[in-house]
């Protein structure tokens, strides 16, 4: 029992988290954030111009954009599996 605990002890840590972790962590965080401040200048700026309901209409517009070219790759990728 004592040998097997001895061993376990010499071989180290693995689930020791290496630098590359943290730098992925940390460019996460950064790309994160800058999405956030630019998400902030355009909804911003379109509230600024257009008021409240003009910056809904624009942002339910790109989702509407986004949405139908989303379901027009699934409904490709759904033609492709049935043939």
Same mark, same amino acid.
């Given at each position: 029992? %004592?040998?097997?605990?001895?061993?376990?002890?010499?071989?180290?840590? %693995?689930?020791?988290?290496?630098?590359?972790?943290?730098?992925?962590?940390?460019?996460?965080?950064?790309?994160?954030? $800058?999405?956030?401040?630019?998400?902030? $200048?355009?909804?911003?700026?379109?509230?600024?111009?257009?008021?409240?309901? &003009?910056?809904? $209409?624009?942002?339910?517009?790109?989702?509407?954009?986004? &949405?139908?070219?989303?379901?027009?790759?699934?409904?490709?990728?759904?033609?492709? $599996?049935?043939?």
């Amino acid at each position: 029992m %004592d040998a097997v605990r001895f061993d376990v002890m010499a071989r180290g840590n %693995d689930m020791e988290l290496g630098w590359k972790f943290w730098l992925g962590i940390v460019a996460f965080a950064i790309a994160a954030g $800058l999405a956030v401040l630019i998400t902030m $200048l355009i909804i911003g700026r379109a509230w600024y111009a257009w008021g409240f309901f &003009g910056m809904f $209409l624009a942002i339910a517009a790109v989702a509407l954009v986004a &949405g139908y070219i989303v379901d027009k790759r699934d409904a490709r990728k759904r033609r492709g $599996l049935e043939a």
